[in-house]
């Protein structure tokens, strides 16, 4: 990224912008990798508001309410590094391919966005270079150095999604996101059906595919790790007691899980 230089014509950050790439405990210990695509929901000044107001930024549609807190607090539970991406989904979405529609979506839900339409492709590209492409490559760079040292890596992408979409409610407390992968979700989906008061997805509310997703499918699939997607549900932990709450319930299971998946010697 250019930095020292005078903003050039299509740069999307300035020197007051936050970077892109937010970390914890990257010397932590823990085999399992925690990723976070709609961690924040800043925008670059560059930007403005891009057309969409305060109470609509606010919503699930610019990031995943109540992750953050969780990833933080998880992460420091488990000793696990989290890799998380501080702006808004709807400047460039970190869990999109770049190129398809929703990679720098023109409506989101029922809310358009003025300030995506009909952007030149120099702007499309400042977005990927300056946001999408070191948040993906700092994780490509950790994989590779934990493939390194022989760390067990195993890829758990943090998310959490809105109760109500297009007005139907949505049931689940928690949810399970997989594709290829015979290992993780098997586990994960067995613990979270143990706890007594959960209403557990199967890759619900959403299933992951090469096409609506990223980080699973290369970050996780392409490189032979054993992955999950997480969804939780943002009414259950938009408040720091609910995000507490639930990071302790996945730091157990997880510990659990990575007992089980030690004697099966993957972790
Ligand atoms: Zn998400």
Redesign the pocket.
């Known amino acids: 990224m250019a930095s020292d230089a005078i903003n050039a014509p299509n740069q999307l950050l300035g020197k007051d912008d936050s970077p892109p790439v937010h970390e914890v405990n990257a010397e932590g210990r823990s085999p399992f990798l925690l990723t976070?695509?709609?961690y924040g929901r800043l925008l670059p000044r560059s930007l403005g508001d891009l057309g969409v107001g305060e109470s609509e930024l606010a919503r699930h549609i610019a990031?995943?309410i109540g992750?953050a807190g969780v990833a933080e607090r998880l992460a420091k539970m488990l000793d696990a590094h989290l890799i998380a991406q501080r702006y808004s989904?709807l400047v460039i979405d970190c869990?999109r391919p770049p190129g398809v529609a929703s990679s720098i979506p023109v409506i989101s839900e029922a809310t358009t966005i003025p300030g995506n339409e009909g952007i030149s492709a120099e702007a499309r590209d400042a977005r990927r270079h300056e946001i999408f492409d070191p948040y993906h490559r700092r994780i490509n760079a950790v994989i590779d150095q934990r493939v390194h040292i022989r760390r067990p890596t195993v890829l758990v992408?943090?998310?959490?999604?809105t109760p109500v979409y297009a007005g139907v409610a949505r049931p689940w407390h928690i949810g399970t996101l997989y594709h290829r992968d015979t290992i993780l979700p098997r586990h994960l989906l067995h613990h979270l059906r143990a706890e007594p008061d959960l209403v557990v997805g199967d890759n619900e509310p959403y299933a992951v595919s090469d096409v609506t997703d990223y980080t699973i499918p290369v970050h996780g699939e392409a490189r032979g790790l054993i992955n999950t997607g997480i969804?939780i549900r943002q009414d259950l932990i938009a408040d720091q007691s609910g995000q507490q709450q639930w990071a302790e319930r996945l730091a157990r299971i997880f510990a659990e899980i990575e007992t089980a998946l030690r004697a099966e010697g993957l972790a």
Do not use: G, M, V
């Open positions: 976070c695509d709609h990031w995943d992750i989904r869990n992408a943090l998310h959490s999604f969804e």
